[in-house]
């Protein structure tokens, strides 16, 4: 994710009752194992508009693609200070690949990202509400789709496409909520790493035009993005 597309009350005290805070950079102590202590930083220090969460994303995304993380940052007074609240600055839907974990990939800490995952992005009423709580309950400026290359689900989707044949259990579920953005106009690992793209944009504009998402996003309190994750160089790049 480079710089350059930056540019581009009892439900509450329910859900707070697990909640987190603002990371804090620290580190593990010496050959002991011990972690040295470090004070958290505040939480007025976190993004709090959509353009400062995307360049906080994008810092964090080239601390991962260059080995040069500052997580995890889990120790005892940072662990402590994330009881007392969550503060997370930015909502991510991705994929439940193993090999794209959003805290990893843009190497982010505990109490910074709410994170919601499913095999090809793909929605329900559950992820719905989950995203709507992140904005609607905890202000959070940005959504960002984060689809991935070599993604399974879309292959799964594609290839039954092709086929006609019928996938196993729930994960017909899957293709059939993919199967609408296949790119038909390619062939072969070109159609799927279409459709990849493709699968990304439907959901990112099936989010913004949820009635109270709109509603945000007409205010100028929230973006609703799109992007991909590339397995061969680590690299996040927006796609909207």
């Not at 190497?107 to 709507?132: C, N």
């Not at 590339?230 to 790049?237: F, G, K, R």
Request: with cysteine.
């Amino acid at each position: 994710m480079e710089e350059g597309w930056v540019s581009q009350a009892v439900r509450r005290r329910w859900w707070s009752l697990g909640g987190t805070g603002r990371w804090a950079v620290g580190g593990a102590g010496g050959a002991t194992g011990r972690w040295a202590p470090t004070a958290p930083a505040p939480a007025t220090s976190r993004p709090t508009t959509a353009a400062a969460a995307l360049r906080e994303l994008a810092a964090g995304n080239r601390r991962w693609r260059t080995f040069r993380e500052r997580h995890p940052d889990e120790s005892p007074t940072v662990r402590q200070s994330l009881t007392q609240g969550q503060h997370p600055y930015a909502v991510v839907l991705g994929c439940i690949d193993s090999r794209v974990p959003p805290e990893l990939v843009f190497d982010q800490g505990l109490g910074d990202l709410m994170t919601v995952r499913t095999a090809g992005e793909v929605l329900d009423e559950a992820v719905l509400g989950s995203v709507a709580y992140g904005v609607l309950e905890l202000g959070i400026p940005l959504v960002l789709v984060l689809g991935h290359q070599s993604c399974g689900a879309v292959r799964a989707a594609v290839e039954a496409d092709l086929s006609g044949e019928r996938l196993p259990a729930h994960i017909q579920y899957l293709a059939d909520q993919i199967r609408p953005v296949i790119d038909r106009g390619e062939e072969g690992d070109a159609r799927i790493d279409a459709t990849i793209d493709a699968n990304v944009l439907a959901v990112r504009s099936r989010l913004a035009a949820e009635p109270d998402l709109a509603a945000k996003i007409t205010a100028g309190k929230l973006v609703v993005a799109g992007a991909r994750y590339e397995l061969t160089t680590q690299t996040v790049h927006r796609l909207a």
